[in-house]
């Protein structure tokens, strides 16, 4: 079974509509992401949490919110949708780093691809 | 600030030809780097990391990395190229040493028989 997995694997909706993107992880890992990737653009970080209790904005963080139900659980919400939030999207996990800030290898999720009309 | 640039958008190579993915970093210090891979339909697995040391670390795959302060560049090789390695390839830096990624733009590697 994968270690992050995330659903739905694709959604299409409407300008308007509230979509939850969901990520769940068993590796036990505290820190948890959210990126969007564009093409041409790269993975940008949207919110990330180093544990239930931290909620933090990230670079593009406009538009979305996030809620950390468990540490194995980190949901993304996009609250009225745009068809500029079309995107691909990857939940990330990491553990804390033991060798300093900035070292952890981080374990990304099978994406999940969002289309708004 | 930091950034991370990846010159090739797009770089087609034959199957066993060498390969060689640029990437160049802007940081003030020497910074801790590192290449993810992006297979078709799939999320990014890391490939090698660098924080320290030898300046030339393995990778999983067959894959190395260089680092040379003097050119601000970590690039990937791989000697000979099997057409499972086509996917995206994004390097990455730490902004300022915290645990948030700092992707480069990617580029595609197409391996043709």
Sequence with gaps: ?117 | AQSVTQPDIHITVSEGASLELRCNYSYGATPYLFWYVQSPGQGLQLLLKYFSGDTLVQGIKGFEAEFKRSQSSFNLRKPSVHWSDAAEYFCAVPYYNTDKLIFGTGTRLQVFP
Excluded at chain 1, 67 to 77: C, I, M, P, T, V
Excluded at chain 1, 79 to 108: K, M, R
Aim: proline letters at 4%; charged letters at 20%; hydrophobic letters at 30%.
């Design chain 1, 1 to 117: 079974d994968a270690d992050v997995t995330q659903t739905p694997r694709n959604r299409i909706t409407k300008t308007g509509k509230r979509i939850m993107l969901e990520c769940s992880q068993t590796k036990g890992h505290d820190r948890m992401y959210w990126y969007r990737q564009d093409p041409g653009l790269g993975l940008r970080l949207i919110y990330y949490s180093f544990d239930v209790k931290d909620i933090n904005k990230g670079e593009i963080s406009d538009g979305y919110s996030v809620s950390r139900q468990a540490q194995a659980k980190f949901s993304l919400s996009l609250e009225s949708a745009i068809p500029n939030q079309t995107a691909l999207y990857f939940c990330a996990t990491s553990d804390s780093p033991g060798q300093g800030a900035g070292t952890d290898t981080q374990y990304f999720g099978p994406g999940t691809r969002l289309t708004v009309l």
